[in-house]
């Protein structure tokens, strides 16, 4: 059984490049995950994401500062 955090559509997370480079993909809910967006983002570009009825998971390649509602993370990259 999936864990789950109650209703999480409609919450924002703010990522910050820390490198060139940064990929951000987006992954579809539903019986299959699929990529549907990415975007690419330079040292000190700032890309505030949402959780949709659409968009259930995030991936984050590179290095970046994560802000949510629950804390921030730095990766470890």
Same mark, same amino acid.
Request: hydrophobic letters at 30%; glycine letters at 4%; charged letters at 35%.
């Given at each position: 059984m999936p864990v789950t955090f109650g209703d999480t559509s409609g919450e924002y997370v703010v990522i910050k490049a820390l490198e060139n480079g940064v990929t951000i993909i987006g992954l579809t809910r539903g /019986?299959?995950? &699929?990529?549907?967006?990415?975007? /690419?983002?330079? &040292?000190?570009?700032?890309?505030?994401?949402?959780?949709?009825?659409?968009?259930s998971a995030i991936k984050i390649r590179g290095k970046v500062e994560l802000l949510t509602r629950h804390g921030s993370i730095l990766t470890d990259v």
């Open positions: /019986k299959d995950t &699929k990529f549907h967006h990415s975007e /690419k983002l330079d &040292k000190g570009e700032i890309m505030i994401a949402q959780f949709t009825e659409h968009t």
